[in-house]
């Protein structure tokens, strides 16, 4: 009782506002950085021969984003806390508005890669302050529809990044992907400037900073996120600049885990993680954003590598997951009033499975409709998984302690993606060159079956002009190829079967997490446990 009637205090300073203004607000800020992650990657031969560099060194105008967006995002509860949640918000998005703009001007790449961190570390607050500032916005029987919103920006912003990017860059230049930022973001923060309010307990607790731990979470964060964006194409482990990372990405978070749990007033409270159901939800969330970004780089790759789709259609191939998620998580929001959240979980969990598997049941004579379908129910999966798991996860959080559990939330969906993507690329590589060496041990010269290809395409080119020799040659090749292409695509398959399976494990920890607590009366929903 003495909870709850601190709860309704601490609301009664905040000015009774439409919590859909509040929505507008903190969403258009978070669709924008969002988009950033994936819009730039398209772009990166045009920006490499504008600013006279190769391709391999503008990767770090991805890289460079992503470090400083994942040191400063688990840190965003503490200085929502320290220095004020809607002045953290503005200067979030003011400087993430200012920073994009410079990144477009930026003369040569160093200035941009410079800006481009400024970018990153400007709008790594802005996914969870925008999760927490819409938890406390709407009652507690209307989360559902309140993350419904989030996360469909969220799951569609990373999936028409690629798109609109490689239209901009088509039709204008690359530099105007990021000043299409401007307007966005100047009326974010006029919409945040209107609407978004401190509830009194965001307030200062302690003027004690933990210098140690912010130190240790630079080192150790950004020398992990350095190594998964370079690790396969240095080779991982055969480099000695990934085996150093490595060495001082686990010391680095090794210690700053210890720092954090001993500190009187740590950076990032990691004690939240004494909560079964956070706890829980935290690591299923890592787990959905490992499959999520993992099967959002493997789809284009493989539309491009063995389909022969250009960029562009290969970007549009994805788009149906997109459309799912869209048409599908309003619909979430809506059940989420109706079933038990956790039923809806387990529901996306198989579902995102089952379509994965229908991926990986493809072959290279796949049409546009066979892609389409699987992705479809995938995008619908997310709905089912991202809104329920959003919820059920938070649920169980204090409202001061929510800022610093949506920095950990939305950190380890990123951390999750970024190992992800590092290791569906890796597992495509490794095992294409192990289907190779199965389907070369098959075709010997002793096998009727390869004598008969062989001959069937030297016959071929000698009916379109080639001498025998040469013929034979082109035989040769054309058959390689054709292995090839075959052992790239079981690689593609194994991979989407792994995925697929990682969303089976999933289901039994479902049984981990406590139904919500829903208050529809104060504005949280939960309280601690």
Not at 167 to 180: E, G, L
Not at 221 to 245: A, C, N, P, R, T
Not at 349 to 361: E, K, P, R
Not at 499 to 512: D, M, Q, R, T, Y
């Amino acid at each position: 009782m003495a909870v709850a009637a601190s709860v309704r205090a601490d609301f009664s300073a905040v000015p009774d506002i439409n919590p859909w203004w509040i929505t507008a607000a903190v969403m258009s800020a978070v669709f924008m950085e969002v988009l950033d992650t994936t819009v730039v990657n398209v772009s990166l031969p045009h920006i490499a021969g504008n600013l006279s560099a190769s391709v391999d060194e503008t990767t770090w105008v991805l890289t460079s984003y992503l470090v400083s967006n994942a040191i400063v995002l688990p840190m965003t509860g503490w200085l929502a806390n320290h220095f004020g949640r809607k002045r953290i918000l503005m200067m979030s998005i003011l400087g993430f508005t200012m920073a994009s703009v410079a990144c477009g001007m930026a003369p040569n790449l160093p200035a941009l890669i410079f800006f481009r961190v400024v970018q990153g570390a400007t709008g790594g607050g802005l996914q969870p302050l925008s999760q927490a500032i819409m938890l406390e916005a709407f009652p507690g029987k209307m989360r559902g529809k309140a993350m419904a919103v989030w996360a469909l920006g969220i799951v569609v912003a990373p999936m028409l990044g690629p798109v609109l990017g490689g239209w901009i860059t088509d039709s204008y230049s690359w530099r105007w992907i990021f000043y299409i930022n401007l307007p966005i973001g100047l009326i974010a923060a006029l919409l945040a400037q209107w609407f978004i309010f401190d509830p009194s307990y965001i307030r200062r607790t302690s003027d004690v900073v933990d210098y140690w731990g912010i130190g240790l979470l630079i080192v150790g964060m950004g020398s992990l996120q350095v190594m998964l964006d370079k690790g396969q194409e240095d080779d991982w482990f055969g480099s000695h600049f990934i085996l150093v990372l490595a060495i001082l990405a686990f010391c680095g978070l090794a210690a700053f885990v210890i720092r954090e749990l001993v500190a009187g007033h740590p950076i990032v409270d990691l004690r939240v993680f004494k909560v079964r159901t956070y706890a829980t939800g935290v690591l299923l969330m890592t787990i959905l954003g490992f499959v999520l970004y993992g099967s959002t780089v493997l789809i284009p790759i493989w539309l491009q590598t063995l389909m022969g789709y250009p960029s562009l259609q290969a970007g549009l191939a994805v788009l149906p997951r997109g459309l799912g998620s869209f048409l599908f998580m309003p619909v979430v929001g809506i059940l989420m009033g109706i079933i038990e959240p956790r039923k809806l979980l387990a529901a996306g969990l198989i579902v995102a499975s089952g379509s994965l598997y229908m991926l990986a049941m493809l072959n290279t004579s796949a049409g546009y409709w066979n892609i389409f379908w699987p992705q479809l129910l995938q995008g619908a999966a997310m709905g089912l998984l991202f809104v329920p798991l959003t919820t059920i996860t938070n649920d169980p959080i204090a409202p001061q302690n929510m800022g610093n559990a949506t920095s950990i939330f939305n950190l380890m969906r990123n951390m999750g993606g970024s190992i992800g993507i590092a290791s569906v690329t890796t597992i495509v590589a490794r095992s294409s060159q192990l289907q190779t060496n199965n389907l070369v041990h098959n075709m010997s010269w002793y096998n009727p079956r390869t004598r008969q290809m062989i001959a069937g395409a030297r016959a071929a080119f000698i009916a379109k002009g080639a001498d025998p020799h040469t013929a034979e040659l082109r035989a040769y090749h054309a058959v390689w190829g054709m292995v090839l292409q075959q052992a790239t695509m079981l690689s593609f398959i194994h991979t989407f079967q792994i995925l697929a399976g990682l969303f089976l494990a999933c289901v039994p920890l479902i049984l981990l997490m406590r139904k919500p607590k829903h208050n529809e009366k104060g504005k949280p929903g939960g309280m601690a446990h």
